[in-house]
Nanobody, 129 residues
Framework: QVQLMESGGGAVQAGGSLRLSCAYSGDVSNKYCLGWFRQNPGGKREAVAKIDSDGRGPAYTESVKGRFTISQDNAKTTLYLQMSNLTSEDTAMYYC??????????????????????WGQGTQVIVSS
């Protein structure tokens, strides 16, 4: 069982930056796949980025490459998403998610929400133009 709680969302102007945090608790001896997803006002949910709990294998959806950076702290208790050069298209509810690390974390399947068992409640990001 992993518990996750996001923070750091808010309103920002286009071109601005935000850093989202996700405090998570789990067995530090386990390996987890950690991800960020978002759901836009139209209801579409998409994967944003993922990393494993050792900080390996960061990956991003195409639309955020070069603008977003996923990372975690050395204590393996907090996942981050640094977002820069934000646009109105980034407006969404952002969720962090976790799963016991499986081969899916290292394949294209990481973008599927069903590959993640545990989810936070979300933090809202609003980008105004």
């Amino acid at each position: 069982q992993v518990q996750l709680m996001e923070s750091g969302g808010g309103a920002v102007q286009a071109g601005g930056s935000l850093r989202l945090s996700c405090a998570y608790s789990g067995d530090v001896s386990n390996k987890y796949c950690l991800g960020w997803f978002r759901q836009n006002p139209g209801g579409k949910r998409e994967a944003v980025a993922k990393i494993d709990s050792d900080g390996r294998g960061p990956a991003y959806t195409e639309s955020v490459k070069g603008r977003f950076t996923i990372s975690q702290d050395n204590a393996k208790t907090t996942l981050y998403l640094q977002m820069s050069n934000l646009t109105s298209e980034d407006t969404a509810m952002y969720y962090c998610a976790a799963n016991t690390e499986t081969s899916a974390c290292w394949s294209a399947a990481w973008v599927l929400s069903r590959e993640f068992s545990w989810w936070g409640q979300g933090t809202q990001v609003i980008v105004s133009s």
